[in-house]
Antibody, heavy 122, light 107 residues
Framework: QVQLQESGPGLVKPSQTLSVTCTVS??????????WSWIRQHPGKGLEWIGY???????DYNPSLKSRVSISLDTSKDQFSLKLSSVTAADTAVYYC??????????????WGQGTLVTVSS | DIQMTQSPSSLSASVGDRVTITCRAS??????LNWYQQKPGKAPHLLIY???SLQSGVPSRFSGSGSGTDFTLTISSLQPEDFATYYC?????????FGGGTKVEIK
């Protein structure tokens, strides 16, 4: 069973870059067929898809965040990371890493990390 | 963007009740619709994919139906562990979007 664990700073100052890392265990980030994804949830609100990176390195981002987002892979450590630049209080959220997979052309988020709360405040 | 609208936003029900949650897409999404359950302080958990396929390990009291723009999640007999928030999510568009959630509370 693949497990995901986020790690991050907890607190980021406005205008700085938020960085969160997801460590994969029980499987390899080199596995084909998985899309290594980030999703966030503002406090008390719904879910927002941020983007993903595939094993081959292709990425897809939410257009509303695309100018500020970067997702990368570190296959040597079985980790993938999210960077979100120029943050404001509106970026305060729980950040989840997740594995998106496909079956018969249907995509869904199969495995999730426990989430890490990142607060943007001076 | 494809907007996903869930109704109701919350409901109160008793153990043993049949519960139905609706999700409507702003355009046709065929059957590219998934359902998740989220408990307080926890990550969402996949229940149903492709509108009606039950994820492995999910109890059979959960079922999904629909196609096009209108979808439903049904819990045939609500159990104490089912009190949670439920989200639909479309994967028809590259911009994957979620519904606003339906909170199922104890009556």
């Amino acid at each position: 069973q693949v497990q995901l664990q986020e790690s991050g700073p907890g607190l980021v100052k406005p205008s700085q870059t938020l960085s969160v890392t997801c460590t994969v265990s029980g499987g390899s980030i080199r596995s084909g067929g998985y899309y290594w994804s980030w999703i966030r949830q503002h406090p008390g609100k719904g879910l927002e898809w941020i983007g993903y990176i595939s094993y081959s390195g292709s990425t897809d981002y939410n257009p509303s965040l695309k100018s500020r987002v970067s997702i990368s892979l570190d296959t040597s450590k079985d980790q993938f990371s999210l960077k979100l630049s120029s943050v404001t209080a509106a970026d305060t959220a729980v950040y989840y890493c997740a594995i998106m997979t496909t079956v018969t052309q249907t995509e869904y988020f199969l495995h999730w990390g426990q989430g890490t709360l990142v607060t943007v405040s001076s | 963007d494809i907007q996903m609208t869930q109704s109701p936003s919350s409901l109160s029900a008793s153990v043993g009740d049949r519960v139905t949650i609706t999700c409507r897409a702003s355009q046709s999404i065929s059957n590219y619709l998934n359902w998740y359950q989220q408990k307080p302080g926890k990550a969402p958990h996949l229940l149903i994919y492709a509108a009606s396929s039950l994820q492995s390990g999910v109890p059979s009291r959960f079922s999904g139906s629909g196609s096009g723009t209108d979808f439903t999640l049904t819990i045939s007999s609500l159990q104490p562990e089912d009190f949670a928030t439920y989200y639909c999510q479309q994967s028809y568009s590259n911009l994957r979007t979620f519904g606003g959630g339906t909170k199922v509370e104890i009556k």
